[in-house]
């Protein structure tokens, strides 16, 4: 009875062991496959990034004998490098760069062929910072080259000394402070308790300008040591967001409330992409607000997309220049979606020559130019002073500069402002927070077109509207005085906030004489210029009134109530294409993009032709084959968007095309 019952354990011991084994092998045969298709994808990748280097100049547009990739920790850093027979030169902030035996093309080439490893290589494209350092000296302008021979930069001619003030704000040296109504943005906000991370050359630590803003540093390109800066770019933008206010020094930074997190990514202006990537990376995890990138080139990279997707859904607001090569093709990381693409402007309110231009672009903000409004060459330190931005330099100092890199940091420092001041917004989490800082940023931009030739670029920055400053400075001596008032109350109108509209047919009729000027009764929910150009804020009701001055006296001669409605767009839509007819073109029902409003929109499809708004039938027609993720916006009050009493504001859709 013993031996039979030795016998059946014996039985089941190898059962079981068959089994497990069996389970194995067939687990093993799973696990190649996944293997091989991960392989077989590494490699399709990398043709594809093979593919994109035929257009594009060896050692200038990328590195020729280094690539990088992705990997979680420094020990599969090293396993990847062993499969690639490279060396690894350096890992940091889930970044990995490789040094090759062999030119980058041959690698890619033999890689995809053979399939060697799931962990595709990409090369090391080179974005550029095109804004460059000049100063006014005896013999005309004088570049970031020419100056680099030479220990000190010239500054402009201002006597520092026993001043209480900030001198170079105080005389007019920073003219685009004027430009964006940064004094009364102001009154509001400076842009306390906002980090802005500045991925650039570095800065100068101890310039007196920025140590008390800098809240942090980091060098990427060698971790163990400081973020200072070497090229002075750097140090410039970092003055511009937040150059201190009130320390009797040099100028003042758009946002002088908020701190600096300086992010070193270059030494001279050319950037490694993986050094871009790992940056960002970096001040994302730094738990920054804003980061500014003021570079760029015409190639795109997957992994420099992901990483701007990362941190957009990580709630940073993302902002970069557009570019200094007075085109309209399409500079990344700025043309990215989600990331603010900046333009440049001149004091004289026309595009700069320089500036790029086109539909990636958002918005314009100063950014100077190196031309008068003459078209004449800037000689004199008068003429930078009119036109040039000005501020921080290397070794404590100060430089003008001109490029869409300053007029992005002109925006990253706004968008500091809002979130200071605007808790809501500031409360949002996720990819929200920084779409909300976009839809401000833009929908509170002046309705002027700046234009250069054929180079047009419509909207720039105004602060004041955006933090919603009093921009009135008319004198408001006897306000109370209700002598000889008489109202005329007229029909409600409804308006959406964003539609900046003007209102003075409101008042047809009313009789006045002399000086006239209009005042909204509350300022929150909508304000009006003296010109009677009305912006409304958010929904609620509130009486603007139209005021006459004579006699010194301000007298109260009509009124007008208005009702502000919030549109509400639905944000995120899903179209299942599986759902739609493959035969031909699908209409559907835009209604079902907007709710809580009875007011119907004016659709403007962001497309490349998935999307199409038949303004007779009034439907949107989709594409069979779509694919992807594409934009509509909502714009209320005019079918015509060149309107100056329609809407401004673009209410954004995003659709996903679900397969």
């Excluded at 920073?174 to 509001?188: E, P, T």
């Excluded at 090569?325 to 990331?339: Q, R, W």
């Excluded at 109530?561 to 007819?581: C, F, H």
Aim: aromatic fraction near 8%.
């Amino acid at each position: 009875m013993r031996r039979e019952r030795t016998k059946k354990i014996t039985a089941l011991v190898i059962a079981l062991s068959m089994s497990v084994s069996l389970e194995g092998t067939i687990f093993a045969a799973e696990s190649r496959e996944v293997l091989d298709a991960r392989k077989a994808d590494a490699a399709e990748q990398m043709q594809e990034a093979l593919n994109t280097l035929d257009d594009l100049e060896k050692g200038r547009d990328y590195d020729v004998d280094q690539a990088f990739f992705i990997a979680g920790s420094e020990e599969e850093a090293a396993r990847v490098a062993d499969e690639y027979n490279a060396e690894l030169v350096k890992y940091n902030d889930g970044v990995a760069v490789l040094a090759l035996d062999e030119d980058i093309q041959t690698v890619l080439q033999r890689a995809s062929e053979e399939e060697i490893s799931e962990t595709p290589l990409y090369p090391e494209l080179i974005r550029e910072i095109d804004d460059d350092i000049v100063s006014i000296t005896d013999s005309g302008i004088e570049s970031k080259d020419e100056k680099q021979e030479k220990s000190e930069r010239d500054e402009p001619d201002v006597a520092i000394q026993g001043q209480t003030e900030d001198p170079y704000f105080k005389y007019g040296y920073q003219w685009f402070h004027n430009s964006v109504y940064n004094g009364f943005a102001w009154d509001v906000t400076e842009g306390d308790g906002v980090t802005v991370a500045v991925l650039d050359t570095g800065a100068d630590l101890d310039h007196d300008d920025l140590k008390n803003r800098i809240v942090g540093s980091y060098n990427v390109l060698d971790p163990k040591s400081d973020a200072e800066d070497k090229d002075g770019h750097g140090s410039h933008i970092a003055g511009l967001i937040a150059a201190e206010k009130g320390n009797a020094y040099g100028g003042i930074g758009i946002a002088p409330g908020a701190g600096l997190y300086i992010v070193k990514i270059t030494e001279n202006g050319s950037i490694r992409l993986s050094d871009e990537i790992a940056g960002i990376n970096h001040a994302v995890e730094a738990g920054v607000d804003v980061i500014n990138m003021s570079f760029g080139s015409t190639q795109k990279s997957k992994l420099e997309k992901k990483a701007i997707e990362n941190a957009l859904e990580a709630g940073v607001v993302l902002v970069a220049s557009a570019g200094d090569e007075s085109g309209e093709e399409e500079i990344y990381p700025a043309a990215y979606d989600g990331v603010i693409s900046v333009a440049s402007y001149t004091s004289y309110e026309t595009l700069s020559s320089f500036s790029n231009y086109g539909d990636y672009v958002d918005i314009a903000a100063p950014g100077g130019d190196i031309y008068t409004s003459e078209q004449k060459l800037l000689e004199t330190q008068e003429e930078w002073k009119a036109n040039g931005i000005l501020s921080c330099d290397n070794k404590n100092g100060y430089s003008w500069m001109v490029g869409t890199g300053q007029a992005s940091a002109i925006v990253s420092a706004a968008a500091a402002l809002l979130l200071s001041t605007d808790e809501e917004i500031a409360g949002l989490e996720g990819e929200e927070r920084p779409e909300e800082v976009y839809d401000a940023i833009t929908g509170t931009a002046d309705e002027v077109e700046y234009v250069y030739g054929d180079h047009i670029v419509n909207g720039g920055l105004n602060n004041a509207e955006l933090v919603g400053a009093d921009m009135d400075d008319e004198d408001e001596d006897d306000e109370d005085d209700e002598e000889d008032e008489e109202d005329f109350w007229i029909n409600d109108s409804t308006l959406t906030p964003g539609q900046k509209i003007d209102i003075t047919y409101l008042f047809d009729g009313a009789g006045a004489s002399g000086t006239i000027r209009y005042r909204s009764m509350d300022n929150k929910i909508a304000k009006v210029s003296n010109k009677g150009i009305l912006s409304p804020k958010k929904p609620g009701e509130v009486q603007i009134n139209m005021e006459n001055k004579e006699s010194g006296k301000w007298t109260t001669v009509s009124s007008a109530n208005l009702t502000i409605e919030m549109p509400v767009v639905q944000k995120k839509y899903e179209i299942d294409m599986r759902s739609l007819s493959m035969n031909g073109v699908t209409e559907i029902n835009p209604d079902i993009f907007v709710t809580g409003t009875s007011r119907k929109p004016y659709w403007i499809p962001a497309n490349d032709f998935k999307l199409f708004w038949d303004e007779e039938t009034g439907k949107i027609e989709v594409d069979p084959w779509a694919r992807g993720t594409v934009k509509l916006y909502a714009v209320f009050g005019s079918c015509d968007i060149s309107d100056p009493e329609g809407t401004r504001k673009k209410y954004k859709v995003k659709i996903k095309f679900v397969w």
